[in-house]
C-alpha cells in the first residue's frame, strides 16, 4: 500500500465517524507513523510541540479504534490497517459493493439509494480518469475547508450542478482531482473530460454516453443524446468533470459568453441542473458563466465555489519544499504572489536560479518581480478581456489609490453602463477586488496592475 492510499483509507474512517477530513497535522502524524517514526521525530519535522502530536495521535486512534471495532494505537496501526486492507479487498471482489472492515460496515455503497425502478439494472462502477492529472497526496496542502464545502454540496445538499471558479493557477484542478480521491467510492461512473480537447458538444455527448451507457442500451442520435444522458444521470451516481470551460467561451467580449458553435452548451449545464437525478456535473473554469450563478438556487441545486489563493501555512509548505533561505520573508512571498500555488512555484524556482535561494535578494529587489511564466498567464487574461475591460483595468492601474465608479466615469470614455458590465466582467474573471466602502471602491492584486504597468501600459 502506498502513504497515498493509507491516507486516503483514513480519511475515509475519519470522515465517516466524525463527518470531517484530516486535517495537514493528522495527515503528518499518520504519514510519520507509518513509517515508523516517533512523535518526537514527527514534531521536529513539522515545528510542533511533541506533546500536541501525541494528542492528536491519541484522537485518531481513539476514532479509528471506534470505527473499526477493534483496538488501535501508534504500535499496531500499521499492521492493523494491512490486514484490513486485505479484507476490504476480498469484500470487494466479492460483492463490489460493501467495505466492511472488521465487526462494523464503514461505508454502505448504495447504487440506487432513493431509485426503486431502476434497482432492478445490473450496472457495473466505471471510472476515466486518464486525464485527470495525479495528485501527490504528500504534496497537497490546505483546502481542508473547501473539500468540506464540496462534500456538503455534493452529498447532503445533492447539487447536480457545482462550478469550481477561479484565477489561473489557484488549484482548481488539483482540488477536484483531490475530492475525488477521497470519494470515489461513493459514485457509480466517475468521469474527467478537458473542454481544451473536446471538439463539440456532440462529440462529448456521444463519448459520455457510451462510456456510462447501460449494458445493451443503445446510443441514439443528436437530439436524442441529451434526454438519454439525462436519464443515465439519473439511474446511476455519476460525477462528471469538465474542465477548462472558459474554452467554450469568446475571447475580447465579456466574461463567460458562450462561442457561437458552443451555445448549446449553455442548455446543457440548464437541463443538467433543472432535471431531477442523483448526478452531478461539476464545472472548472478561470470564468464564470451566468448558468454558473443565476439559477433559483431553492429551486435548482446548483453552486460554485470561487477559490482564493491558499492559506499562509500551505503557502509556506511550497516555500519550504525549495528548501529557501531566510524564512522571516516567506509569509511576505505567500502573499505577495497571493498564495497561488502556481505563482509560488515559478517564483521559488526563480529565487533557486538567480538569487541562490535567499529569499531576502528578491525582496531587496524592490519591485515586483513577475516571471516570464506569470507573464505568459496573465497575457492570456488579458488577451480574453473585452475592449471596456481593458480601458478599466489602465486606468486602475494608473492610479495610486482604489477607484470608485465616479472616478471611472471621469477618466474613462465609457458610459456608466459599460463601465458597470466591465467591472462585472472583471470580477467573473477573478481580476477585480472591490472593497466594501460606504462608496464601494475597486482595485486589482498589486501583481497583475505591476504586469499592465510594464506589459501593457506602453503599448
Ligand atoms: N493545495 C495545493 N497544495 C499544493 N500544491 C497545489 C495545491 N493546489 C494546486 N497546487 C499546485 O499548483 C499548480 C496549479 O494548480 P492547478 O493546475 O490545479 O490550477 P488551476 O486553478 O486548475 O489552473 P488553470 O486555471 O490554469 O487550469 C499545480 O502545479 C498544483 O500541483
Ligand atoms: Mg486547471
Redesign the pocket.
Known sequence: MTITEILQFADRLVFAHRGKHLDDIQETVIKGVWQGKTYDNIAQECNRSESRIRDVGYQLWKTFSESLGEEINKSNFRSTIERLQIQEKSSICRTNCNFNFGSQTLYQYQKYPQDSQSKDIAKTTFQDLSIAPTINHA?????TKELEILSNYIFHQKTRLMSVL?L????????VKRFIDLNIQKFDVVIWRNLKLVKSLNSLMTDLLKKISIENQNILISDEQFTQFLDLLSRQKCLIVLD?VQNIFISRKFAGQYQTQHTEYQNLFQAIAQTEHQSCVIL?S?EKAQEMTALDRELYPIQCLELGG?DNS?GIE?IQEYKLQDREYWLNLNNTYLGN??YL?YICTLIKDIFQDQVSQLIAEGNLIITEEMKLLFDTSYQRMSDIEKQIVLKISKSHENVSIEDLKKSCSLSSIDIINGLQSLKRRYLLNSIKNNNTLFSLSPLFKEYIKNFQMQN
Open positions: 504534496y497537497f496542502y490546505g483546502r477561479g489561473s493557477g489557484i488549484g482548481k484542478t488539483t482540488l477548462d472548472i478561470q491558499l500551505s511550497i500555488p502556481l512555484q
